[in-house]
């Protein structure tokens, strides 16, 4: 079971269960502040922890695996802020002297563990009384609180102030690259044109000079190729290949696969 309410931007979750796990991908900046239990984000090469107590900044556009799950007998609760393009843009008209010299460099890519400041303990222990939903705080007050996550932030280190407050739009990114290392993932075509720094028009545009298909036919095709060559390797249970590769189901995969191939999945499997 779990509980997940957003006042402004403000987001509070409960788990109650043994584990929570999601796929994580923010188009904003956020904080996550762990107030019981865990949370580990897996990125793809490592693992990071972070316990009771702890605040991470997530940038934005970054692709992350999520599990909550209760630790040293507490559910998990948490506080993610999520720091809006509108938001920042309003911030920095009003922070001159955040305004740090072009050759200030940003932050590299990736989730970044806070140090625990005095600034990050206090505004997140003022959020307490708001984790009973029978208390709704003004949005006022939300839009107050941001401001003072947007300031920890400042305060901790310089380079996230050309990190936060860089506007310009992203550069086009090749998007059969973005797809063949994305393609077990769950895509809107809103998202698909966000990552590769299209409009939805100009995606749809583009991709029709790479591909007949429609991107939704393409990710099932490439899918069914990897989850195929992965079968011939042998050594993998049919459940562990078609969750790999990004189907929900074992009827829709093998659906699917039968149609490209002509052979169920299980045929495949008991050749090899």
Not at 136 to 163: N, S, V, W, Y
């Amino acid at each position: 079971m779990k509980l997940i309410f957003n006042y402004e931007d403000v987001f509070f979750s409960f788990f109650y269960d043994d584990i929570g796990g999601c796929i994580h991908r923010s188009r904003e900046y956020a904080m996550n502040y762990v107030y019981s239990g865990e949370m580990i984000l897996e990125n793809g090469k490592e693992q990071i922890h972070v316990g009771k107590g702890e605040c991470v900044f997530i940038p934005r556009d970054h692709h992350i695996t999520m599990y909550k799950k209760p630790f040293d007998g507490e559910r998990y609760c948490g506080i993610f802020l999520n720091f809006t393009r509108s938001f920042l843009r309003e911030m920095y008209s009003k922070f001159e002297r955040y305004k740090v010299p072009s050759n200030t460099p940003k932050l590299e890519s990736g989730v970044v563990k806070l140090p625990k400041t005095a600034e990050i303990t206090s505004l997140f222990a003022s959020l307490t009384p708001f984790f009973d939903p029978k208390v709704k705080p003004q949005d006022d007050f939300m839009q107050l609180k941001l401001q003072e996550g947007l300031l920890a932030l400042l305060h901790i280190d310089e380079r996230f102030a050309p990190t936060l407050f860089d506007f310009n739009e992203p550069w086009k990114i090749d998007i059969l690259d973005f797809m063949n290392k994305n393609y077990m993932y769950e895509f809107s075509m809103e998202e698909l044109a966000h990552y590769t720094g299209r409009s939805l028009a100009t995606f749809k545009r583009d991709f029709k000079k790479i591909s007949d298909l429609t991107p939704e036919k393409w990710l099932i095709r490439k899918r069914l190729e990897v989850a195929y060559a992965m079968m011939q390797e042998g050594g993998k249970k049919i459940v562990d290949v078609y969750t790999s590769v990004g189907f929900k189901n074992q009827s829709h995969f093998s659906a699917a696969f039968k149609k490209q191939y002509g052979i169920a999945p299980t045929a495949v499997a008991a050749i090899i």
